[in-house]
């Protein structure tokens, strides 16, 4: 089994909790390396890790066949072209890059450095999302007429992390969870006809967005994707309402919190949620108002990384592509014109 030498571009959160477990338990990836600024923790994990102390080293080095681009919002591009242009693969977390133009512009690298381009967008293996994805899919609401999605968190403290409190390009949240939801939404339903948002600071001595409210409007039906970091979240994260009834659902996935304690991806009982986090379908049938407890399908954020082994190795599609980036930057840049302006903007 030919085996991706991968490296990451940095070992923080991003780096020790969502990639390397997952690469390092891939029987298609080998973690090879990591760029370590200053702190050197990837080796007291991962023994045989090489550790770079600049970017070109990294790219230099003939043996790393994927990068994983893993920085701050406002890096994405920068090092993702070097990347390219070296020759790598490259995974892009989120936000893909800071601008529309941008995006563009890795896109038509990649395709001329004929190497595999992704986005990290973890949230579409989210246990609660899966569920909800399968309840759209099987059509138990009928015609959809509204669906709202949130990702709020509590957090009136600033970030100890200048990066995403200082107000520079990339900062704030419709960058940070605001791709989340973005492309939630677009997977689920596509691209919109029009859409109007806006966005608000609301924590004391902020200097970048910390809650954005926006609406999609498509032909049939709308979606309000809704995030902030001032709220007690006490209602459903995903509210669908359809003609024969509603389904409500929160926020439930156990990934993030397992990574962090330390479990192995695919250990016993990975990706399933506590019973108590069922979400409640109530529907009318034959007259009747009928309520049911749907239990979600396992989160299982390996799924990701097994697609993308197959696209770089047999040139499978890309499970979440540059395209895909794209095109929640061009949300993003619809909601920023339509916060300046006030009104509903056309995509």
């Not at 399933?272 to 529907?283: M, N, P, R, T």
């Not at 895909?324 to 920023?336: F, R």
Request: proline content about 4%; hydrophobic content about 40%.
């Amino acid at each position: 089994m030919h085996r991706i030498n991968t490296a990451l571009c940095s070992f923080g959160m991003s780096g020790s909790v969502f990639h390397a477990p997952f690469i390092q338990a891939n029987p298609g990836f080998n973690l090879t390396g990591v760029w370590e600024r200053s702190q050197k923790r990837a080796s007291t994990i991962y023994p045989d890790i090489r550790s770079y102390d600049s970017l070109e080293s990294l790219l230099t080095d003939e043996d790393i066949d994927l990068v994983i681009v893993n920085t701050p919002n406002y890096t994405h591009f920068d090092f993702a072209r070097k990347a390219l242009l070296a020759g790598k693969h490259v995974l892009v977390e989120k936000s893909f890059t800071v601008t529309v133009s941008e995006a563009r512009e890795l896109i038509l690298l990649a395709k001329a450095c004929n190497k595999q381009l992704a986005v990290f967008q973890n949230r579409r293996y989210d246990s609660d999302f899966k569920t909800v994805q399968k309840i759209i899919s099987e059509a138990v609401l009928g015609d959809l007429i509204d669906a709202e999605f949130h990702f709020s968190r509590f957090k009136p403290a600033l970030s100890p992390k200048k990066h995403k409190e200082d107000d520079i390009p990339g900062a704030g949240l419709l960058h940070d969870l605001g791709p989340h939801l973005i492309d939630q939404a677009l997977t689920l339903f596509g691209f919109p006809v029009s859409l109007f948002g806006y966005q608000k600071i609301t924590r004391p001595d902020s200097l970048v967005n910390d809650f954005f409210d926006i609406i999609l409007f498509y032909p049939a039906f709308t979606v309000r994707l809704k995030s902030g970091l001032l709220i007690r979240q006490s209602t459903a994260d995903y509210i669908l309402h359809g003609s024969k009834g509603t389904f409500t659902k929160t926020r439930a996935d156990i990934q993030e919190d397992i990574l962090k304690s330390g479990q192995i991806p695919g250990s016993f009982g990975w990706g399933i949620e506590q019973d108590s986090a069922k979400g409640v379908l109530e529907i009318l049938e034959n007259g009747t108002c009928t309520k049911s407890f749907i239990p979600a399908l396992p989160g299982n954020y390996m799924e990701f990384y097994d697609d993308l082994y197959a696209s770089i190795v047999h040139g499978k599609r890309l499970p979440i592509s540059g395209e895909d980036g794209l095109n929640v930057m061009l949300i993003i840049e619809a909601v920023l014109k339509s916060d300046e302006t006030k009104k509903v903007v056309f995509i």
